[in-house]
């Protein structure tokens, strides 16, 4: 006949169940630091943008103190009071965080790549005197002469290895054309609502 005692250590199967719900030491640990390196890449933001991310104000406050430290052991201390603000967050808290860190990176991503074409082009109006010719198409407004005296300065600054003035100064006025169109659009794109909700009084 069997044994009905069998296999019983005096407690039922599911006394446990409850304490392997909760996140072991090593996930909590885990979690803990993603939200302290969650709070450092707000400080190591720019203000303007720490301002405009959605979050509790006693955690921006905190953020922006800590920004403005700089004594090292005091800049620690403020940044342990931040990760603690941190971990007191609620997950949508912490996703909007997240999220909008994320859009910085495109964003970021973005402004790179248009920044790599401009070097490219600038590249191109010194080594080839067509691209020259092909920018004053696009831009016919821009002053010729100086533009060649430019591209000539530049071509002697990398030649001799001088400070790149003028080649910083290419960059700058084509950064500036490249500003100019969506300014414009950013411009008509007012206008337009302006005249929308002019014709819907």
Known sequence: M???????????SDEFDQEY??????????QSNELQKLGEQLIEAPRDRVKRVPMPEEVRDAILMCQTITNHEGRRRQLQFVGKLMRSLDEEEVAVIQRTIESWKGTSKAEAAALHALERRR???????????????????????????????????????????????????????????????????VEDEDEDNESGQ
Do not use: C, M, W
């Open 123 to 189: 590249d191109k109006l010194l080594a080839d005197d067509k691209a020259l010719t092909q920018l004053l198409e696009e831009h016919p407004h821009l002053d010729v002469q100086h533009l060649r005296t430019l591209i000539r300065n530049a071509r002697k600054e990398q030649a001799e290895n001088k400070p790149p003035k003028a080649y910083r100064e290419i960059f700058q006025i084509l950064k500036d054309l490249a500003k100019a169109p969506k300014a414009a659009a950013d411009e008509e794109a």
């Open 2 to 12: 069997p044994n009905a005692n069998r296999g019983s250590v005096g407690f039922r």
């Open 21 to 30: 719900d909760r996140p072991s030491k090593s996930e909590l640990k885990r």
